[in-house]
Structures are given as structure tokens and as C-alpha cells.
């Protein structure tokens, strides 16, 4: 895992896109990348479209997975993720809709919809590189705690402190759906990069848990742990947690010229 410490949110979007870009690119055109909701990542979006937009990066013949979804919203429900990753994601970095997947948490059979979402995900050989934000309870999609470290895409109850964050999308609370269909925690494993990126102090204690943590389903993000690449970029106020800052820190100063990223 390695951590890294950014002065400020946009600079750790800076950072995290960097990471991203060198991952999408050293796949070729057509890279797989996982997608994240939530304000965490907007930064990382933004500095993607950025780099978009001067042609250092292409992703038109790219292909998209989103963590996950509400259970039950109408599809073209303004907050439903589909329309968040195509607001997001897929217009601002020039995407092929045709290649960007959300999961269809408006299946009649949520269980085979979860099953065909993995089989997509297979079918063009996996997730290159999968972008994360993290709950302040520690979870990763929406594999809230207490979810197996092994599990699949599925249908999962939202926390109530989970409907109250994101409550804040919705007319009213009782506006948030109770369930959702979210990438497991296997599934986000078998990516073959990981690039997490939290901002600000709300976020300290789940940071400090999922770098320094025991690995439990008590942190959900914390079998990260045992990703061969995962990437955490954060900000100093999501750091103010962390024991071993300083040698994280010292790391990225002196990091050798072929690890480093732009
Ligand atoms: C949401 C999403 C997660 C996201 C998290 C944090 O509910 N399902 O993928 O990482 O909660 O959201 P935010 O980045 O807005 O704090």
C-alpha cells in the first residue's frame, strides 16, 4: 500500500489522476477503469478532464465500471449513479456511453443482475485501475461494515448514517433508497490497480483504520491491506490519523525516478 500525503484536496486529485493516466495509458486505448461516485474523486475527475481535454489522454474506445447503485430508482432519476457517472464521468472525459456500466439496481431479479454485472466486468478482462473514495465509517462502494472481505456484486442495506450523508442529494431523507447493489469487496480485489482518494478531517478516523488498522469487516476498506497496488491519496487534513505519516511522507520524497508518476 502507499500512501500519499498532498498539501491540499486538489492537489491530491492532481496526484491521483497522475496515477490514474499512467495506468490507463500503459493498458492502451481500450483500458478498463472503475469509476466511483461521491465528492471525493470530483477532483481527480476534474484534473482527468484536464489532461482529456490537452490530448495527453484519450479513453474514447476506454471502457467504465461504476461501484454501484441505488435499488429502485427509475432509470434517468437525476441521483441515481447511472446519471451521476454519466454527469461526472462519461461526458467530461469524452467516453463512448456505450462502454460506461453502472449496476441495474432497477433489475426485477437483483441477484442476477448482480451476477451479470461481474460477467461484464469479466467479459472485457477485468478492471485495470479502480478509483475510490471512502465513507466515514470506512466503507468502499457501498460494502458497509460487517460485509464479507470476499464478497461479489450484490444487494446490500444502506447504514442509516449512510442514507443521512447522502441525504443531501435527495428532497428528504425518506427520499434515499434502503438498498443498494454495490460491487463486493472481492470484486473491487481483483482489480488490478487501486487509487483511493479521501479529503478532509471527517474522513481521518476511516483512513487510520484502512492503512493502519486491523484488516476486519468492522472497516471494510481495510482489505486493502492486502491489494498488491493500492494507491491512498489524501489530503493533511484526512492524514491528521495517521501514526506513520512522517515515513509515508519520506517515501514519496525519495521515491526512485522509474516509480514516479506525473
Ligand atoms: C458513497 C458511495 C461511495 C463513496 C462514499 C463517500 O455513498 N457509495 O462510493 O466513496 O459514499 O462519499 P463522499 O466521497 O461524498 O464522501
Redo the contacts with the bound molecule.
Sequence with gaps: MEVIICSTAADAGRTAAGKVTQIAKACGPEAVIGF??????LATYADLTRRIDSRELDLTQAWGFA??EYVGLQPGHPES?AEVIRRTVTEPLQMNPDRVFTPNGFAENLKVAGAQYEEQIRAVGGVDVQI?????NG????NEPGSSLASRTRIKT?TSQ?RV??SRFFASLDEVPRH?L?QGLGTIMDAKNVVLV?QGE??ADAIAALVEGAVSAGCPGSVLQFHRSATIVIDEAAAIELKHADYYREAFAFKPSWQRFE
Design positions: 466511483s461516485t461521491g465528492s471525493s474523486p461501484l454501484d449513479y475510490l473514495g471512502v465513507g466515514a466503507h468502499i462502494g457501498f444502506l449512510t450523508d447522502n443498494c454495490t479521501a471527517a474522513k
